[in-house]
């Protein structure tokens, strides 16, 4: 049996293929090792009944996450799913290699990672080349869930959201200052916290704060990270996330102006990531 995982932050998305050929589809908690002890990593399994009976048939398991781009990292995850699914093959390697393998495949193109947080990297059809961005949460995220909700938190408590914002705003999230930096300064998770904020801007796309948001931050993930690239308007470049998913319109518009050429744009890259496994042979990239 083969189990295959595309993790952030907030949520991890599994496919496990039966002996058969069945694919069982489930989904956990996020998994990032900057975060989550392995003792806490073990839990999440505990909480998923979608796979107990299969623990000791599992034969493969490539797990792909935020946070994994150290071997420390890979190592928590790796020890932690070993213990749980003990007759199984492990490999743990950094979430935007299973958005390459999902969007670009074999073939050359740049790859964005825009969901809780954010990444880029650019595939020239054989190997990644090293990017200078991922910085996290703190130094980094451009145009993530994260930057969006530290946008819109910031915002709201400087009294600078238009007030047909803030109130509903407000209303839904009850939130105040000293809440907000306990919060995020003392408590776990704190990126998830940030990319919570993020869906508010859905159920208000129209009102002209949230485009202005929207679009400055996608004008910044393009200027900072896909401009990096000498040869970005010549290359495919892909998406994978809920946030280029759900507001894909204004990213192609701030991409289009850019010139700057969109290929695919993925919510979730699992089931063209299990698929490129199963039938591809995975390579150190």
Known sequence: MLLVADSGSTKADWILTRSDNQAIHFRTKGINPFFLSEKDIIQVFQNAPEVQEYVDEVREIYFFGAGCSSPDRREIISNALSKVFKNAFVSVDIDIIASIYATCGSDPGICCILGTGSNISYFDGVKIHDSKHGLGYILGDEGSGTYFGRKLITSFLYGT????LSVPFGGKFSIDKESVIKRIYQQASPNSFLASFAPFMSDH????????LLKNGFDEFVETNIKSYPDHKR????FVGSIAFHFKDLLKEIC?????????????????LSSFILHNEVKNL
């Open 161 to 164: 959201m238009p007030a047909e």
């Open 205 to 212: 796309i129209d009102h002209p704060f949230i485009v202005d």
């Open 235 to 238: 290359q495919i470049c892909h």
């Open 256 to 272: 289009e102006t850019k010139g700057i050429r969109v290929g695919k744009i993925l919510k979730h890259p699992i089931d063209e």
